[in-house]
C-alpha cells in the first residue's frame, strides 16, 4: 500500500487537479491520498504575512472541494486550524507522515498532474535494498547566493519514502525550515571557500529549506548508511507536469505569471474531465 501525501494550503484548482489526475490515471488501486489542508490557520510562523485573495468564492483554499471528495470517500483529510507552532509547511509534513500507515509514503506536491499511469511504479522500481534505501528524492545542492548562503536539501515535494526505515529513524522528524545569520548556522563547513556576491547582509543569512534537516542527518549522523536513489531526471516531464509555485504566490493573484499558470491549470482540468 503506497499513501501518496499532499500538504494544501491555498492551491486554487491545482489541488483539484492533483488529485483527479490521480484518481483517473493511475491504474494500481493499492494507494490512498492523505491531504493535510491548514489554509484556515490564521498564519505561519516563519511565512511572510498573507492576504487573503478574493479571486475566488473560496479564497483559492478548495476547503469545500476537499471535503466533499472525503466525505465521498476519495481522500482522507486532516484540517489544522490552530496557528503553526513552526513553519506551517513543514508542519503539514510532520502531519502527513504521522498520519501514514503504509508500507510505502510519497510527499507530493499539490501543483502537479498525472502524465502516466506507471508514475508510481517507476519510484517503487529504484528501491532495491530494503534495509538502505530509505526512498527516492531529489536532491538540491547548495551553495552562496546574492546575498545568502542556502543548503544542500532533499525536495520533500517528490519524495518516495519507505516508511519501515522512516518510522525507525526518523520517527518524530520535524521538517523545519530555518533561516539564520551565518556566524550562528552549526555547519558553517558546508559553504567552505563560499561567498555571496554583494552580500545585502553582514553576516548573510542561511536558509535552511523543510528537506535540509534530513539531509544533514543522513549526511553527517547515518550509523545505518541510508540512502536516497536520486529522482530520474526527466521524471517532471515524463510522468507528471509540476506547475510549481501557486500556494506560494497565493498572496499576488493578479499577477500576470499567477494568472497565466492558472489558467493552464484550469485548462488542463477541463481537458482530464472531458477524457472518458
Not at 496557528?83 to 503504509?102: D, F, M, P, V
Not at 551553495?143 to 522512516?166: H, K, Q, S, T, V
Not at 540512502?227 to 497565493?250: C, H, V
Request: hydrophobic share 35%; with cysteine; net charge neutral.
Amino acid at each position: 500500500m503506497i499513501d501518496v501525501l499532499i500538504p494544501h494550503r491555498y492551491g486554487w484548482n491545482s489541488v483539484v487537479l492533483t488529485i483527479e489526475s490521480i484518481i483517473k490515471r493511475t491504474p494500481r488501486k493499492d494507494y490512498q491520498i492523505i491531504v493535510c489542508d491548514n489554509s484556515e490557520a490564521v498564519n505561519n510562523v516563519a511565512c511572510e504575512p498573507h492576504e487573503r485573495c478574493n479571486t475566488t468564492g473560496d479564497d483559492g483554499n478548495r476547503r469545500q472541494y476537499l471535503r466533499t471528495m472525503a466525505a465521498e470517500g476519495h481522500i482522507q483529510l486532516i484540517e489544522v486550524k490552530e496557528q503553526a507552532r513552526r513553519y506551517g509547511h513543514g508542519e503539514n509534513l510532520a502531519r502527513l507522515c504521522e498520519a501514514s500507515t503504509s508500507e510505502y509514503a510519497l510527499l507530493f506536491n499539490a501543483n502537479s498532474e498525472i502524465v502516466r499511469g506507471d508514475w508510481l511504479d517507476v519510484l517503487l522500481s529504484l528501491l532495491h535494498d530494503r534495509e538502505h534505501d530509505l526512498g527516492v528524492a531529489r536532491f538540491r545542492g547548495g551553495g552562496a547566493r546574492e546575498g545568502d548562503f542556502i543548503c544542500p536539501c532533499y525536495w520533500p515535494n517528490m519524495m518516495l519514502l519507505d516508511m519501515r526505515l522512516y518510522r525507525k529513524h526518523f520517527a518524530g522528524h520535524l521538517w523545519e525550515l530555518r533561516q539564520v545569520p551565518f556566524d550562528k548556522f552549526e555547519r558553517p563547513e558546508i559553504f567552505a571557500g563560499q561567498y555571496p556576491k554583494n552580500p545585502e547582509r553582514i553576516p548573510p543569512l542561511v536558509f535552511a529549506d523543510t528537506g535540509y534537516s534530513l539531509w544533514e542527518k543522513l549526511t553527517f549522523d547515518n550509523p545505518a548508511g541510508l540512502r536516497f536513489q536520486p529522482l530520474p531526471d526527466a521524471y517532471w516531464l515524463k510522468w507528471i507536469i509540476w506547475r510549481g509555485g501557486i500556494d506560494r504566490n497565493s498572496h499576488r493573484p493578479e499577477n500576470p505569471h499567477v494568472q497565466k499558470m492558472l489558467a493552464e491549470i484550469d485548462a488542463a482540468l477541463a481537458k482530464l474531465r472531458a477524457e472518458r
